[in-house]
């Protein structure tokens, strides 16, 4: 048991703080904000340090790095609050190619590995809130491919991506098999309503109407479909988890400095017992999500996959709590100037805000944790 | 990088349950599983067992009689016993006063105690607090003055756990007034049969006699039971104190409580008279419990690798008191009501005479009667061993503040 990253991933994360504290910083990041952006230098750096490679296997063309590597570099993402579509590509799109048996698939792992192109998944639909099953969306067999029809909710890093893996299903009945594909952008028939989230993020509601795609198209993995899916978004929780993690441990920071600097009734901040306590608060908080952050990684690789999603669930269930409660306590102890966009708290508290509705919120968590029939290594019968 | 545990590990946690299944006495399992009272022979005859078998004292080193045991292990040792609901280990004596007589002791001192704590043949008490210090441990006024061979002693100690249990006490006295309030404290060890204690039960509101006041009217001790030197207690205690905070998290105990809160919920009636445990709200209120502990074990065990420096681990030790005693709080919470109507029942209340209280129905278990009680003893946690709010404080200094 070892709680201390180790070199490799100390490494990475100095050579994105780095990276964030030169090439990113706050005027460069409203910059881009302004100009609904992501920075394509960041997204060159990520890719010649590694990142985005980093959880691929080594086979598909990745550097096979584990869930900690992951966890270690999206702290650091989180704190630095980076724009770019880390997630949406390289853990969720990234892990259904990684799955893909079907060559041309497997091929693009390497392109986002380099850096080349960026995917999206398209799994939420409007009409149910986090559910991941596709109703509306569904695929009809047209001569040499499929014909595809239906509506996607909130497609996470879909506006720049070059191609989008839409879920649908390939019969009338809502709980038969579902089938994965892989949408160009040009396609025809496929329309993306772009915005970004409150944080600068960037997404798109999707439609399909009468999206004619090849057989190629369709992509061939190793596994059910949805289990693909939930394997996908089980690697986006825990990753968005840690960059909670990153996040919260900078409103810590800002929060315990900006009480030793701001000074009322001529005395500093800091010396009130009163808002001592809730930084005390912030901090057991901050503790308890890193720790639960961590647990979930620690599962991660689990090779039982109902194991997988039950940590993940019960991290972004907890988390996503104790996100909103270090974001709600940061404005509050910076008063009037944590309302303000002049200071990176409210940042950080817009970033948590979305976190907390990101693929799941802690209700649809909550839910999917207690009625997990699997069950942790140590809590083993008596 | 990697927070889960080694093989060796899980063989241990193994072996200690497998001893647990085939040593700990039927008499003494049933009484466990039905919440029962522990008397102080029950507490003697599990210590004994433990002894015989070399686990008598986990936290110590080889060199004492101990175990040797690393922390995980220890953590392993008292997660299966709590799972086990075997009589919980007394720290008093183990990993209080004795690591403090280990440091700072005489030979003869170390000779004398180390083995009888091992057997409980010394049940030792705690004489910290007193009506003018609690959380102000400082201010405390118990006096001892040298007569000779001899200190003097007077005072009052108070919520002295266990102490009608104990024949031997540790005592934080003053013997001087003079310079800095910590610097007029010495740690002395006492006979509680010496003439002039008196032990006198403070009933507390989960019905119980748990702790007690302990007056001292001039008392007579050796010199010689004084531990290292005098005006020095101050540290020795605060040495103590990184002792007593091996098991802050009682992650073990909140298992278990969870556990049996699970168990309660299957067997008691909801309001549809389908099982409480199909309530989907009460079901996600015990999620949420199950949360808190999960990253409440995890939390303990970064404390436990010993992960950072000296001021890191202390600013871990305070978040994991805060953690898990709101851990132990919010499971009791849940058993009270997950007991419904029942919940506000004292089965300790049947008047002899009277028709007697019969098991309610099917569903119910005698350690379910323990759950109120339980709630309301639970409370202590977030005031003992620094209440949450001296926690707080520690913490706040800690981060810069």
Redesign the interface.
């Known amino acids: 048991m070892d709680f201390d990253y180790t070199e490799e991933q100390t490494a990475l994360q100095d050579s994105l703080r780095r990276f964030a504290s030169s090439g990113y910083g706050f005027t460069r990041r409203n910059e881009l904000l302004r100009k609904r952006r992501w920075c394509r230098e960041a997204w060159k750096v990520y890719a010649d340090i590694g990142l985005l490679a980093l959880p691929f296997p080594v086979e598909a063309g990745g550097l096979g790095g584990s869930s900690y590597d992951v966890m270690a570099a999206m702290e650091v993402l989180g704190e630095s609050l980076m724009l770019e579509p880390f997630v949406p590509t390289v853990l969720l799109a990234g892990t259904v190619l990684s799955t893909a048996t079907s060559q041309q698939h497997m091929e693009l792992v390497e392109r986002i590995a380099a850096g080349a192109a960026t995917y999206a998944l398209a799994h939420q639909e409007p009409h149910r809130r986090h559910a991941i099953k596709p109703v509306d969306t569904h695929a009809v067999r047209v001569p040499g491919g499929w014909r595809l029809d239906g509506r996607k909710a909130v497609v996470l890093g879909a506006p720049d991506a070059e191609g989008v893996i839409v879920s649908a299903r390939l019969s009338d009945d809502i709980d038969g098999d579902v089938g994965l594909f892989l949408v160009d952008r040009a396609t025809a028939g496929l329309r993306l309503h772009s915005y970004r989230l409150h944080d600068g993020q960037l997404a798109a509601d999707v439609w399909l109407e009468g999206v004619v795609v090849a057989d190629s198209a369709q992509i061939q993995t190793n596994a059910p479909s949805m289990a693909v899916v939930q394997s996908a978004l089980d690697r986006g929780v825990v990753a968005l988890c840690s960059g909670a993690v990153g996040s919260m441990q900078a409103l810590l920071h800002q929060t315990v400095s900006y009480l030793q600097q701001r000074k009322q009734f001529g005395q500093p901040l800091g010396q009130f017992q009163a808002l001592r306590h809730r930084v005390a608060d912030m901090a057991v908080q901050v503790e308890q999500a890193r720790s639960m952050a961590l647990l979930a990684a620690s599962h991660a690789g689990s090779t039982n996959p109902a194991l997988c999603t039950r940590m993940a669930s019960a991290a972004k269930a907890l988390i996503s709590e104790l996100a909103r409660e270090v974001g709600q306590t940061a404005v509050q102890l910076h008063g009037g100037m944590g309302l303000t966009e002049e200071l990176i708290v409210g940042h950080h508290f817009r970033y948590l805000s979305v976190f907390e509705s990101m693929l799941g919120d802690a209700g649809f968590h909550l839910t999917q944790f207690v009625e997990s029939p699997a069950r942790e290594e140590w809590q083993h019968a008596a | ?6 093989p060796a ?1 899980l063989e241990f946690r193994a072996e200690v ?1 497998e001893f647990i299944r085939g040593h700990l006495p039927s008499d003494l399992r049933s009484k466990g599983q039905a919440g029962q009272r522990w008397l102080r022979e029950d507490y003697v005859r599990w210590q004994r067992i433990l002894h015989e078998h070399g686990w008598g004292a986990p936290g110590w080193p080889k060199e004492h009689g101990g175990t040797g045991w690393d922390s ?1 292990q220890r953590f392993l040792f008292d997660t ?1 016993c709590a ?2 609901k075997a009589p919980r280990e007394i720290p008093f004596g183990l990993n209080m006063v004795a690591p403090v007589i280990m440091k700072f002791g005489t030979p003869e001192q170390q000779a004398f105690f180390l083995p009888r704590i091992q057997t409980l043949e010394h049940w030792w008490a705690q004489g910290y607090s007193e009506p003018g210090a609690g959380s102000d441990l400082a201010a405390l006024k118990t006096s001892a003055v040298r007569d000779g061979d001899h200190y003097v002693v007077n005072g009052q100690k108070v919520w002295t756990t266990l102490a009608h249990f104990a024949n031997w006490i540790f005592c934080l006295v003053r013997t001087s007034n003079t310079g800095k309030r910590q610097e007029g404290i010495s740690f002395l060890l006492i006979d509680i049969t010496t003439p002039g204690i008196e032990v006198r039960p403070i009933h507390t509101i989960d019905g119980e006699h748990e702790l007690n006041e302990v007056w001292f009217d001039n008392v007579r001790v050796p010199v010689g039971n004084l531990i290292g030197e005098e005006g020095k207690g101050w540290t020795y205690a605060k040495y103590l104190l990184t002792h007593e905070r091996a098991d802050i998290a009682r992650v073990g105990r909140s ?2 409580a969870l ?1 049996q809160l699970k168990d309660v919920s299957a067997r008691y009636p909801g309001d549809d008279g389908k099982p409480l445990s199909h309530d ?1 709200d009460f ?2 209120r ?3 419990a ?3 502990l ?6 303990n ?2 404390l436990l ?1 010993g ?1 950072g420096g000296d001021a890191a681990r202390a ?2 030790a305070s ?1 994991v008191k ?2 898990g005693s709101e851990v132990q709080q919010e499971i009791s919470e849940l058993s009270v009501k997950a007991l419904g109507a029942y919940g506000m029942r004292d089965e300790r209340s049947h008047v002899e005479g009277e028709l007697p209280f019969t098991p309610l129905s099917s569903w119910h278990e005698s350690a379910d009667d323990m759950l109120t009680p339980t709630y309301f003893n639970m409370r202590k946690t977030t005031i003992y061993g620094g209440s949450s ?1 001296v ?3 520690i ?2 200094q800690s ?3």
């Open positions: 990088l990697d927070i889960s545990l080694s590990q349950a995980v299966e799972l086990a298992q278990a556990q989907a079901g996600r015990v999620g949420r199950e949360l808190h999960l990253a409440l074990r995890t939390m065990m970064k690798a992960h600013l871990q978040l805060i953690a709010e926690q707080k404080n913490i706040a981060l810069g503040l």
